[in-house]
C-alpha cells in the first residue's frame, strides 16, 4: 500500500482520520518550522487539496523570496562522543569527509533495502 502522493518534487505522507473521516496530508521534508498539510473526504478532494497546497507554497515562497524547498540535502544528527569519533576515524582512514563516508554509508543501506537512491 502506498501512503504518499507527489507533486513537483514535494512528497507527502497520507492517513486516515476515523475521528474526521477524512484522509489528512502532511508534505515531508520541509524542516521543522514549516508545516504543509491539507485535507479532503475523497482521494480526488484530497490530492486536489494538495496540489492547491504546494502551487500556494510555491507562489508565496516565489513572492516572499525565500523557497522552501523539500529535502534540501542537510540533515543534522546527534551521536554519542565515542561513535562520532568512530565514524571520522573510518573516514579519515578512507580519505573522506565524514559527511561523504554517511553518504555512502545510507547509499550502502538503502541499497540493502532495495531502495532507489534519489538522483
Do not use: W
Not at 505522507?13 to 498539510?37: C, N
Not at 479532503?40 to 523557497?67: I, M, P, Q, W, Y
Not at 543534522?76 to 563516508?101: C, M, P, T, W
Amino acid at each position: 500500500m502506498n501512503n504518499f502522493l507527489q507533486y513537483k518534487g514535494f512528497k507527502a505522507k497520507i492517513e486516515y482520520s476515523t475521528d474526521d473521516d477524512a484522509f489528512i496530508g502532511r508534505v515531508m521534508g520541509l524542516g521543522p518550522k514549516h508545516l504543509m498539510s491539507f485535507c479532503g473526504t475523497s482521494l480526488k478532494e484530497l490530492k486536489a487539496a494538495f496540489k492547491e497546497s504546494v502551487d500556494l507554497h510555491l507562489e508565496l515562497s516565489k513572492r516572499e523570496g525565500n523557497r522552501v524547498k523539500p529535502y534540501s540535502g542537510h540533515i543534522l544528527f546527534r551521536f554519542d562522543s565515542d561513535l562520532h569519533a568512530k565514524i571520522a576515524e573510518e573516514a579519515d582512514k578512507l580519505g573522506k569527509s565524514v559527511n561523504q563516508f554517511g553518504e555512502e554509508v545510507f547509499t550502502s543501506a538503502l541499497k540493502r533495502r532495495r531502495i532507489p537512491r534519489a538522483k
